[in-house]
């Protein structure tokens, strides 16, 4: 579904159609919209995860857990771009 990647611009990065099946991966203009709703869940879950492991996993204060988290979430943007696409495309194409 994405391109390899060299760069990191290339994190976000799409075939036009599948390499297998032909498969086209815009369906229609601003299809990928919905995935953002999709991201917002994933974002919440690697926030609300990060923040629990870091405030009573290790131990760490509020304010050091609210950093974990900004962090976590920052590092997980590329690749939660990825995932809310795929699962965006997924529920529409089998």
């Given amino acids: 579904m994405f391109k390899p990647v060299e760069t990191f611009g290339d ?3 799409m075939h036009d159609n599948c390499p297998n ?3 086209q991966f815009e369906l229609e203009i601003g299809f ?5 709703y999709i991201a917002y869940g ?4 690697v ?5 629990i492991i870091a405030f009573w996993g290790f131990g760490w204060t509020e304010y050091q857990s609210f950093a974990f988290l900004v962090l976590m ?3 997980a943007s590329p690749y939660t771009f990825r995932i ?3 699962i965006w495309l997924y529920a529409f194409v089998k």
Avoid at 42 to 45: E, G, I
Avoid at 47 to 51: C, I, L, N, R, T
């Fill in 47 to 51: 926030s609300f995860g990060s923040f």
């Fill in 11 to 13: 994190l976000f990065e």
């Fill in 73 to 75: 979430v920052i590092l």
């Fill in 84 to 86: 809310s696409r795929a």
């Fill in 21 to 23: 099946c032909q498969q």
């Fill in 42 to 45: 994933v974002s919440s879950a």
């Fill in 32 to 36: 990928y919209w919905g995935a953002m």
